[in-house]
């Protein structure tokens, strides 16, 4: 998916959650708003979608490309606020890793091509979320026949939509050590005829669902999936077309070049059913530049409400300190 697609996909979830929320305000007469904070942590898997390994086919980056033999572990902690009764403004912090490996596809042009690469991700992302409860029962917390009120029970489906950023760092695996991709310039990033420079530092558009159940007054438990669109498809290291080893060594310059000459290029030499000692050239694809990467997460969440402390108030008492009689004297 493209990038302004992507964004305009994102927009528009986001002006449908709001106006579902506000639609329900008319419906729910709840004190939602005497509450409005609440802390988030959890624990989950990481996958990712791009060049790198995947099924046994040419990717597409579509769901039947994820290696779900490289899913990782992942973690997070968030700080939700409600806007309104059913809609939240939600800020999470998650980590995770993401992998792909050229090994694990018996595609002959991705096998041979003898990539991978394992990259840390730090996303900070902001979101709309619209709640839509789907159980609750009415009744006193402690089951009180007649008592008016909610009980803290219930399950709720989430849809959110929203923006944010990441860091990565795409490595690779050489004689036992790992070396960070991107000062290789595998694809001649920077350099003559070369694409630009990536950043470490990209945007995403983070859209997912989830479902959730109230276990106390202040505690629920979530289960949520995730996934990212992103702006860049440098992720995996891998996007455009193999540059010129020789040119790579001499503009990296060193023993760095020799290392950037191979990482660059390290295909097994038996695509198109040959066998040779390399059948990739200069100017021949590498990546898929046209579709970027993606990257998902599904948390097992806890959320905690922050109750409002109530404001403290001098004692009061409705006895007066003094009055005055019809005689104008002072009774204590």
Same mark, same amino acid.
């Given at each position: 998916?493209?990038?302004? /697609?992507?964004?305009?996909?994102?927009?528009?979830?986001?002006?449908?959650?709001?106006?579902? +929320?506000?639609? @329900?305000?008319?419906?729910?007469?709840? =004190?939602?708003?005497?509450? =409005?904070?609440?802390?988030? $942590?959890?624990?989950?898997?990481? #996958?990712?979608?791009?060049?790198?390994? %995947?099924?046994?086919?040419?990717?597409?980056?579509?769901?039947?490309?994820?290696?779900?033999?490289?899913?990782?572990?992942? @973690?997070?902690?968030?700080?939700?606020?409600?806007?309104?009764?059913? &809609?939240?403004?939600?800020?999470?912090?998650?980590?995770?890793?993401?992998?792909?490996?050229?090994?694990?596809?018996? !595609?002959? $042009?991705?096998?041979?091509?003898?990539?991978?690469?394992?990259s840390h991700i730090f996303d900070l992302s902001a979101m709309f979320e619209l709640e839509i409860p789907i159980k609750r !029962?009415?009744?006193?917390?402690?089951?009180?026949?007649?008592? =008016?009120?909610?009980?803290?029970? %219930?399950?709720?489906?989430?849809?959110?939509?929203?923006?944010?950023?990441?860091?990565? #760092?795409?490595?690779?695996?050489?004689?036992?050590?790992?070396?960070?991709?991107?000062?290789?310039?595998?694809?001649?990033? *920077?350099?003559?005829?070369?694409?630009?420079?990536?950043?470490?530092?990209?945007?995403?558009?983070?859209?997912?669902?989830?479902?959730?159940?109230?276990? +106390?007054?202040?505690?629920?438990?979530?289960?949520?999936?995730?996934?990212?669109?992103?702006?860049?498809?440098?992720?995996?290291?891998?996007?455009?077309?193999?540059?010129?080893?020789?040119?790579?060594?001499?503009?990296?310059?060193?023993?760095?070049?020799?290392? @950037?000459?191979?990482?660059? #290029?390290? @295909?097994?030499?038996?695509? /198109?059913? *040959?066998?040779?000692?390399?059948?990739?050239?200069?100017?021949?694809?590498? *990546?898929?530049?046209?579709?970027?990467?993606?990257?998902? $997460?599904?948390? &097992?969440?806890?959320?905690?409400?922050?109750?409002?402390?109530?404001?403290?108030?001098?004692?009061?008492?409705?006895?007066?300190?003094?009055?005055?009689?019809?005689? =104008?004297?002072?009774?204590?």
């Amino acid at each position: 998916m493209s990038n302004w /697609n992507s964004l305009k996909l994102a927009v528009l979830i986001s002006a449908i959650l709001f106006s579902l +929320s506000v639609q @329900a305000q008319f419906f729910n007469k709840e =004190r939602w708003d005497k509450n =409005r904070h609440q802390l988030q $942590f959890g624990i989950g898997a990481s #996958n990712f979608l791009g060049d790198l390994g %995947g099924k046994d086919a040419i990717g597409t980056n579509d769901f039947k490309d994820l290696e779900l033999s490289l899913t990782k572990f992942s @973690a997070f902690v968030g700080w939700k606020y409600a806007l309104r009764r059913n &809609l939240h403004l939600r800020t999470d912090f998650t980590w995770g890793q993401v992998e792909g490996d050229d090994k694990l596809t018996q !595609e002959i $042009f991705r096998q041979n091509r003898n990539l991978n690469f394992r990259s840390h991700i730090f996303d900070l992302s902001a979101m709309f979320e619209l709640e839509i409860p789907i159980k609750r !029962e009415k009744g006193h917390i402690y089951d009180i026949r007649g008592a =008016r009120g909610w009980k803290y029970k %219930g399950s709720s489906f989430h849809l959110f939509a929203g923006l944010g950023g990441f860091y990565y #760092n795409p490595r690779t695996k050489l004689d036992g050590q790992w070396v960070d991709l991107r000062p290789m310039r595998t694809e001649g990033q *920077g350099l003559p005829d070369g694409p630009d420079m990536y950043k470490r530092v990209s945007l995403c558009i983070p859209i997912g669902l989830g479902l959730s159940t109230r276990i +106390s007054k202040q505690w629920s438990l979530a289960l949520e999936a995730t996934y990212r669109f992103t702006f860049t498809d440098y992720i995996d290291d891998v996007s455009t077309v193999y540059y010129n080893p020789q040119e790579l060594a001499l503009y990296v310059g060193g023993a760095q070049g020799d290392v @950037a000459s191979y990482l660059s #290029n390290p @295909a097994l030499g038996y695509a /198109n059913g *040959g066998l040779s000692n390399r059948v990739t050239s200069p100017g021949m694809q590498r *990546g898929d530049p046209s579709d970027n990467d993606g990257y998902m $997460f599904v948390m &097992l969440k806890a959320n905690r409400l922050i109750k409002k402390q109530p404001k403290r108030t001098m004692f009061k008492t409705n006895k007066p300190r003094y009055k005055r009689s019809k005689s =104008r004297r002072i009774v204590f």
